[in-house]
């Protein structure tokens, strides 16, 4: 699962802005898997969308 698919389910599930993503980008890891984390670090989403996102994490690579 790469970093473009995770972001196209950032912006089509969960609705979560261009804007959001970008800030993440410019401040976390280059690791696609670190994302969602600090997407919620930088309180870009919520609990319950960062658990979402880890549902799905875990549902692709299953």
């Known amino acids: ?3 473009a698919q995770l972001i196209d389910y950032l912006r089509g599930e ?3 802005s261009n804007c ?3 800030v993440a980008l410019r401040h976390g890891e ?3 898997s ?3 984390m600090v ?3 930088y309180g870009l989403i919520s609990l319950e969308q960062l ?3 880890f549902d799905w ?3 692709q690579s299953a």
Do not use: E, F, H, V
């Open 1 to 3: 699962m790469g970093k």
């Open 20 to 22: 959001a993503i970008a």
């Open 30 to 32: 280059q690791d696609a």
């Open 57 to 59: 994490l875990q549902a």
């Open 51 to 53: 658990n979402t996102i």
């Open 39 to 41: 997407l919620w670090q």
């Open 34 to 36: 670190q994302l969602p």
């Open 14 to 16: 969960l609705a979560i």
